[in-house]
């Protein structure tokens, strides 16, 4: 079985690779490498993958938003499932910058449905937001609220997807599953995210951005867990018997959120974050970002009874490992 990981340099994609080739798949891995953060944190994910692996991972370099140069370099390869966690992320950067989201998160989509239409994949699992919620007041989100009033650009690209991806599902009947990831964090994480940028300054005795005056609330979500959702998800495959799926489609197309399942207030992680750090946070009130929602948090109902979906890691185990992570990262 050889599966297709965009964004295999990325954070989750460098996990869902090490994952899938530790049960002894192989894996090609592609990315293009760019420097929306610092890219030497992508090459070491991928070092380490190749550490742990070998030939087992193969990493192709290409921008799956050029479509003529995604076909070239895939055309000798067998491809038999698609993981598709490359985008643009990021809600702030999306005001500064939105035609990279257009690019990557539209277009590049768009690639890769096409991919999976001509080489007939079994199964293409890609990564929705739970951005796509905007701001809704209903707590937890459901797979089955009202998603189309996105507070900023990056979560309508990620509902676009998700509507592209019913399309093809019901013209092609090409199986799909769409994961609404809610605020993944982890070892080799990324470095625009709150759990790194908190540790980082809090290490080095700098003052941290509070967002809303601190009345903000996630469902942090341990890297781990995420992984193991989307294997799960990988695996299971929707069936196309006319059955309404989570997500509304009676294509072979469901939708479902991976998240903890436990909204966490802000100052609770940043109160994780300075025991593990052990000091203390300097904390500065900012307002409410542009494109930011004050709070998220999962209903995983279907999660666990189609996908045997189980998070396990509270913020209290999963923060302190990053922080480990990071220390041992940055002193090398």
């Known amino acids: 079985m050889t599966t297709l990981v965009t964004g295999v340099a990325g954070f989750i994609g460098y996990h869902v690779a090490d994952r899938l080739a530790a049960r002894g798949e192989t894996v090609i891995g592609i990315d293009?490498?760019?420097?929306?953060?610092?890219?030497?944190?992508?090459?070491?994910?991928?070092?380490?993958?190749?550490?742990?692996?070998?030939?087992?991972?193969?990493?192709?370099?290409?921008?799956?938003?050029?479509?003529?140069?995604?076909?070239e370099a895939l055309a000798a390869s067998t491809i038999d499932r698609i993981v598709h966690l490359g985008a643009q992320p990021g809600v702030r950067y999306s005001i500064e910058n939105p035609h990279a989201y257009a690019r990557a998160n539209i277009v590049g989509h768009l690639n890769?449905?096409?991919?999976?239409?001509?080489?007939?994949?079994?199964?293409?699992?890609?990564?929705?937001?739970?951005?796509v919620y905007g701001g809704s007041p209903t707590m937890p989100f459901k797979v089955g609220n009202p998603v189309d009033l996105p507070v900023s650009l990056y979560a309508a690209?990620?509902?676009?997807?998700?509507?592209?991806?019913?399309?093809?599902?019901?013209?092609?009947?090409?199986?799909?599953?769409?994961?609404?990831?809610f605020t993944v964090y982890g070892p080799w994480g990324r470095p625009d995210m709150a759990v790194?940028?908190?540790?980082?300054?809090?290490?080095?005795?700098?003052?941290i951005r509070v967002f809303n005056e601190g009345r903000m609330q996630r469902d942090f979500t341990y890297i781990d867990d995420i992984v193991s959702g989307i294997v799960a998800a990988l695996d299971r495959p929707p069936l196309d018997d006319?059955?309404?799926?989570?997500?509304?489609?009676?294509?072979p197309h469901a939708i479902y959120n991976l998240g903890n399942n436990r909204s966490e207030p802000l100052g609770r992680l940043i109160d994780v974050i300075e025991v593990?750090?052990?000091?203390?946070?300097?904390?500065?009130?900012?307002?409410?970002?542009p494109g930011d929602v004050p709070a998220t948090?999962?209903?995983?109902?279907?999660?666990?009874?189609?996908?045997?979906?189980?998070?396990?890691?509270?913020?209290?185990?999963?923060?302190?490992?990053?922080?480990?992570?990071?220390?041992?990262?940055?002193?090398?």
Request: aromatic share 10%; glycine share 8%; proline share 6%.
């Open 196 to 207: 790194w940028l908190f540790t980082q300054a809090i290490l080095e005795g700098k003052p």
């Open 242 to 251: 006319d059955r309404t799926k989570p997500g509304g489609s009676g294509a």
């Open 32 to 71: 293009d490498l760019n420097d929306y953060y610092d890219p030497s944190l992508k090459r070491a994910r991928l070092a380490t993958l190749d550490r742990l692996h070998g030939g087992r991972v193969r990493f192709v370099p290409v921008d799956f938003a050029d479509q003529a140069a995604l076909e």
């Open 157 to 181: 690209t990620k509902r676009s997807d998700e509507l592209m991806s019913e399309s093809y599902a019901h013209l092609y009947r090409l199986p799909q599953t769409g994961l609404r990831f």
């Open 297 to 332: 948090f999962a209903d995983i109902d279907d999660t666990i009874r189609d996908l045997d979906f189980s998070p396990t890691t509270s913020i209290d185990i999963g923060v302190p490992r990053f922080v480990d992570w990071y220390r041992n990262y940055t002193a090398n």
């Open 112 to 131: 890769m449905l096409e991919l999976g239409r001509q080489r007939r994949v079994g199964h293409m699992v890609y990564a929705s937001s739970s951005s």
């Open 276 to 289: 593990a750090c052990g000091r203390p946070a300097i904390r500065d009130l900012q307002p409410l970002q």
